[in-house]
């Protein structure tokens, strides 16, 4: 009968070897991968040891010197990785998953559903201080950070649930403390970000293991890493405040220290990627792509040459000077087909800035054979009006009239006099802010009147005396312009500086009153004249001295966080069709959870942590156990949301969060119907019942705290 259905569907010895290529292939694959994940790991636990086993003939004075790599760091780290599991958990909850479901439509119900970040800590692998181009009120300091971990992280979209495990992130990581205070903490706050895109990799499970596929992988890590470089990436920064009256906003967004004008003359003898039948020299499609921070920029391509000359101008805005590079990779254009890497380079930025100006031919690595050439002028920020004369006149002898003359950056703050409705919570607001073609906004403010957003915007200007800044004033979800203001940047030339709050234009009810600041600079070529400008200081408000019934109020900028409720054992009570006989309220069993509610994405989080005592259902001696809940705030019933099962356990621990969508003035009133339920087998489902009880509870928020 085989050999008839072969012959019957037209199959081949073809397809057998074909299937057999791609099975040896992916082996092959998974090898070299696990071979790499094993590799990262012993680095992090004995570093020595794991490069001394891969490498046996290292002559005996060949020695890894202890300097610079603060193995005392990485005891530290050891020390307290355990207890950073709640607070990296919030970070991600309360900033990285509403900035994802912000970024695409089908993301909208994307959601942490487990956070454990396992019991390998990361390892700095080297650390270095900064003592030049450092002003006298902050620390900088570099880590080359390297994680390997066993996190087990697991991501809900819909239905569907997908698990990351072997994690692996390695990069440089700066810490800057500033500004620095003569009086206890020493510190007004901690910044921290990642000088370029760090390498990120990891394996999908559960349902993600479909995209464990070429193409799919490469695009899913690649969203991954554009997320990672929206949040932690420079111009981005993630700022600690240590003071509460410490002005966040101006730590997350300082003035930049310059502008990098490249441009990207043309290639020599590249690899050919494309074998060329009638010659045997081939040809390449050749494109590059620039990254300085997240900034990313794209050249043309050139068809059919090893030897291309794009002659093309980019302006990077740059925020770290020291310690900042620019990558460099060069690839060969496939339509359809995944682009062929011809080599990368590196550009050290600090040096370019001193340098002033710089010519290079730049040897591509990872490759045969290539060379790429760049130059590259500095340009640092002046607050000298008279700076604008010069650099207008070198644009004009050295015909490059595209070329930008100026940097323009917005600080927006916060609104007042926003229209009313009936409900505040209805109230969700961001400002978009629009210049020759460029847009940015701020998040959403959401369920507020008086909207605060303390966020900044850089723009580069060709002609300060002609360009216009446009600001708007949407609500969220039907993109109404509530109010607008069309800002000319020569209003702002004379003083280079403005802080006076914008009254927006055709607003309906009142006059809604935008506080924004306006900074303008010039670029400036001259090294050494205002090329590593003194920033602004960051103001710090003394607070008035405590009082015994002051309740010490949240740092601006913190993670908008409130608790309503942390319950250890909430006792389950059978129900009518549970699988034994009720009992008594309490005998079914205790179910511990933590209740809180996020300001930011507007939703109340719950995590359910572990039950215990649950009784088995009939004929069993344990039980598949999972929790299904629902929020009901009045009339308005959410989606029943659930965990994963627990199999086999009577003392099943989940630690997995659910979200509802409710305001805090929502949740105050709502009531939370809780579920514990045994999942039945297939057979059993098919028969129309899918689960048993093993016991239910309802809490009422209005009456927790």
């Known amino acids: 009968v085989l050999v008839w259905l072969v012959g019957y569907w037209g199959f081949s010895i073809t397809w057998v070897m074909l299937g057999l290529f791609i099975w040896m292939w992916r082996e092959k694959k998974i090898k070299k991968k696990n071979f790499k994940i094993r590799t990262a790991r012993g680095v992090a636990q004995n570093e020595q040891a794991t490069i001394l086993s891969c490498v046996q003939d290292l002559p005996s004075w060949v020695y890894f010197p202890d300097v610079e790599k603060a193995e005392w760091l990485n005891k530290i780290l050891s020390q307290v990785w355990p207890n950073l599991d709640r607070y990296v958990e919030e970070t991600l909850r309360m900033s990285v998953e509403p900035a994802v479901q912000q970024a695409n439509e089908m993301l909208k119900s994307f959601q942490f559903s487990k956070i454990d970040l396992g019991d390998e800590p990361p390892r700095v692998a080297g650390v270095q201080v900064y003592t030049e181009y450092v002003k006298k009120n902050e620390i900088v300091m570099d880590m080359q950070l390297m994680y390997s971990g066993d996190c087990d992280i697991q991501i809900r979209i819909k239905r569907f649930l997908a698990g990351v495990q072997d994690l692996q992130i390695q990069g440089t990581v700066r810490v800057v403390m500033k500004p620095l205070m003569s009086q206890h903490p020493l510190v007004g706050g901690i910044t921290v970000f990642f000088l370029n895109r760090p390498e990120i990799n990891f394996s999908l499970s559960n349902i993600g293991e479909v995209l464990n596929f070429p193409g799919l992988s490469s695009l899913l890590k690649g969203v991954v890493a554009d997320q990672v470089a929206a949040f932690m990436v420079l111009p981005n ?7 509460p009256e410490l002005d966040v906003s101006r730590l997350r967004y300082p003035l930049p220290k310059g502008v990098l004008r490249i441009q990207l003359k043309e290639a020599k003898e590249l690899m050919s990627a494309d074998p060329d039948f009638f010659t045997k020299k081939g040809k390449s499609d050749p494109y590059c792509i620039l990254h300085v921070g997240a900034q990313i920029f794209k050249s043309k391509t050139i068809q059919r040459t090893l030897d291309p000359k794009w002659n093309q101008y ?60 760049l130059r590259m002028s500095w340009l640092g920020l002046s607050s000298q009006r008279e700076a604008l004369e010069k650099i207008e006149r070198m644009k004009r002898v050295t015909d490059m009239d595209e070329m930008s003359s100026a940097l323009l950056f917005v600080r927006v703050d916060s609104a007042t006099g926003l229209p009313g409705k009936k409900k505040v919570e209805d109230i969700n607001t961001y400002v978009e802010l629009t210049m020759a073609g460029k847009h940015e906004k701020t998040w959403v403010q959401w369920g507020t009147d008086k909207p605060a957003w303390g966020q900044g915007f850089t723009f580069l200007l060709k002609d300060p005396h002609s360009e216009e800044l446009l600001v708007e004033l949407k609500e969220e979800k039907s993109k109404k312009i509530l109010g607008k203001k069309i800002v000319p940047v020569s209003s702002v030339l004379r003083t280079m500086k403005s802080s006076e709050p914008v ?21 400036s070529s001259e090294v050494g004249e205002e090329s590593f400008e003194e920033e602004e200081d960051i103001p710090i408000t003394p607070s008035p001295p405590p009082t015994p019934d002051a309740v010490p109020a949240s740092p601006r900028g913190m993670i908008p966080e409130i608790r309503l409720a942390s319950i250890s054992e909430t006792e389950l009570s059978s129900t009518p069709d549970s699988p034994h006989t009720p009992v008594n309220k309490g005998e079914a069993g205790q179910l511990q959870m933590t209740i809180y509610h996020s300001h930011n994405s507007n939703k109340v989080l719950v995590t359910v942590h572990k039950a215990r005592n649950l009784l088995p259902p009939r004929g069993s001696k344990v039980c598949d156990a999972y929790v299904r809940m629902r929020l009901r705030c009045g009339e308005k019933k959410s989606d029943l949301k659930k965990t994963g099962v627990c199999k086999e356990n009577l003392n099943p621990a989940w630690d997995e969060t659910l979200s509802f969508p409710a305001t805090l003035a929502e949740a105050k009133q709502g009531r939370l119907e809780v579920a514990v339920k045994h999942k039945r087998s ?7 019942i899918d689960s048993w009880f093993l016991g239910e509870v309802e809490v009422d928020l209005s009456k927790l705290d």
Do not use: C, H
């Open 682 to 688: 297939l057979l059993k489902t098919f028969r129309g």
């Open 237 to 243: 920064r993630f700022p600690i405040p240590l003071v």
């Open 314 to 373: 980019f302006e990077a805005v740059v925020y770290e000077v020291e310690g900042q590079t620019m990558q460099i990779n060069v690839f060969d254009e496939d339509p359809g087909l995944k682009d062929d890497p011809l080599g990368n380079a590196t550009v050290n930025i600090g040096q370019v800035a001193t340098a002033g100006f710089t010519d290079v031919w730049l040897p591509l690595e990872d490759t045969k054979t290539g060379q790429v050439r």
């Open 503 to 523: 009254i927006l234009e055709g607003s309906k009810g009142g006059n809604i009153e935008l506080k924004m600041e306006l900074i303008l600079r010039i670029l």
